[in-house]
């Protein structure tokens, strides 16, 4: 294949392109490639598609709260100032890649300060370190220049914000079992600040039961995990679960957690609906369907992300409720079509939820028992509330009403007559057939998603990606749309 060379974009459209590589764990050609292929398929569709291609990049990177206010051309990267960063680093290969945070970091904003290992300065020497954090690298526990004032205490007291990048399976161990007998570890056990870990390790380092039970007992004690990512591994002929995730991932992740992004939608009302529903046939047998939720959930925690004060209304999932966000358990669709009448008036409605159609007429009071001779009961099914038509439709309905088509053949048309049918401003269309080619689990329970935005002006089609990225940039187009509406 011919190579690309990155050169005549401008700077901003290089920036967000190498952003949204390192999201997406390639090289700024391979993602390059990735979108001029998508653009060729016609996946972008067929008119102006380099503009589309910018307009793709900026409205992701935007959505993740990656964009970068742009003055007289220049970026101007936002966001960080005025924050405190100790960032601790343990000693792996990946330990270089902390030098590329601190500059990140600190191009943000950030004061950052480097905590680093006996180990770390096996890989990278604190000279290094000093320099780009142009301050002092802190490195013993008993250090007389430090410890006159508690340092380790000061460490903590002085960020608003730990990370360790890179979390070696030592590290991780000695915090899971509140080990405190070096630098790293006493100021991570003295600490009452958040903590962001950023793992690296080899990837049957990071599969051992012992890896596994750290990290669980850390994330139970209300650490952050970023990372690791799957890929290729330093060491040669080594692949496999366990790289750190890129220095912008870890810093659109210390983004998160200090809650520094733009914030559109503070002051608005959103109703998102997730999940299957559950219709009883009796008191243990139910009818149900294959969605997780992990759609829905992602876009009410990107909702939240820009400010929105989110009401989730979620069938019965496996999955969190998603931080920041008001959650309201239910399980038949009567009950979903309730809880959200209750939420109106709404700035927005966002109806992700694969709500059951039908349920049967009468559930049955008591299990239905198997009796010899009697045959298979039959269920008469009646019709469930249509609660986008109903909300489409209603009185108080919301400036802005989304709705979710789930599809097996025949996406676009049956998106559009629900479109018309539903009283909707915008469907959401995703094929969920077997042959659908997204992801290797399929769009329903899988982690990604292909859509198709309808709307009155035509059909928009976004490229595969993940689900949370499919969040991120529907959140950012609803932020848009209600700029444009006056409650
Ligand atoms: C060449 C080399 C590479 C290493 N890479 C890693 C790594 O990527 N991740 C890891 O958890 N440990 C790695 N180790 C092992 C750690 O350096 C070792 O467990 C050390 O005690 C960690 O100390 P620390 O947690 O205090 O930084 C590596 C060791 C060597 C010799």
Do not use: C
């Amino acid at each position: 294949m011919a190579s690309i060379t990155i050169r005549n974009l401008d700077d901003e459209v290089k920036e967000l392109l190498r952003r949204l590589a390192a999201e997406n764990d390639r090289s700024m050609e391979e993602q390059a490639r990735v979108m001029i292929r998508a653009a060729v398929e016609g996946q972008l569709g067929s008119a102006g598609r380099i503009d589309q291609i910018e307009q793709t990049l900026r409205e992701l990177a935007s959505a993740r709260g990656l964009a970068t206010p742009v003055v007289a051309g220049k970026i101007m990267p936002r966001g960080l100032s005025g924050k405190r960063i100790l960032l601790i680093i343990g000693g792996g290969i990946a330990a270089y890649k902390a030098l590329d945070l601190i500059r990140r970091l600190r191009e943000r904003g950030a004061a950052v300060r480097v905590l680093m290992t006996s180990a770390a300065q096996e890989f990278i020497t604190t000279l290094s370190a000093g320099a780009l954090s142009a301050d002092h690298v802190f490195t013993e526990l008993f250090d007389r220049q430090n410890e006159h004032d508690v340092g380790h205490i000061r460490l903590s007291r002085e960020a608003d914000l730990l990370v360790v990048a890179p979390a070696t399976a030592d590290l991780m161990a000695k915090l899971a079992n509140g080990h405190a007998n070096d630098l790293a570890s006493t100021v991570l056990i003295a600490t009452d600040k958040p903590v962001l870990i950023a793992p690296a390790m080899n990837p049957r380092m990071w599969a051992h039961p012992a890896t596994r039970r750290n990290r669980a007992t850390l994330q139970k004690d209300g650490v952050t995990f970023v990372g690791p990512a799957k890929g290729e591994m330093a060491e040669s002929n080594e692949a496999g679960e366990g790289r750190m995730a890129e220095p912008l991932e870890i810093v659109a992740a210390i983004e998160a957690l200090l809650d520094v992004g733009p914030k559109p939608l503070s002051g608005r009302k959103i109703i998102v609906t997730s999940g299957p529903t559950h219709e009883p046939i009796d008191p243990v047998r139910y009818i149900a369907n294959r969605s997780s939720g992990k759609q829905g959930h992602a876009i009410a925690a990107a909702l939240a992300r820009l400010g929105a004060d989110v009401h989730l209304v979620s069938g019965p999932v496996g999955i969190a409720d998603p931080a920041g966000v008001k959650t309201i358990h239910v399980e038949r669709a009567q009950e979903m079509r309730d809880a959200v009448e209750q939420l109106l008036p709404a700035d927005a409605a966002v109806f992700v939820a694969a709500v059951a159609d039908w349920r049967t007429e009468n559930s049955a009071g008591e299990k239905i028992k198997k009796v010899a001779g009697e045959g298979p009961p039959v269920l008469r099914m009646v019709e469930n509330p249509d609660i986008l038509a109903g909300v489409g439709h209603h009185s108080q309905r919301p400036g802005l009403v989304i709705g979710f088509a789930a599809e097996t053949r025949d996406l676009l048309r049956n998106a559009e007559a629900k479109l018309k049918k539903k009283g909707a401003d915008l469907i959401v269309a995703n094929d969920v057939s077997q042959g659908s080619g997204v992801g290797s689990s399929g769009v329903m329970g899988g982690d990604r998603n292909r859509v198709r935005i309808v709307s009155k002006a035509g059909v928009e089609e976004w490229p595969e990606m993940s689900k949370d990225d499919v969040a991120a940039r529907l959140a950012a187009l609803i932020a848009e749309r209600l700029k444009t509406i006056v409650v």
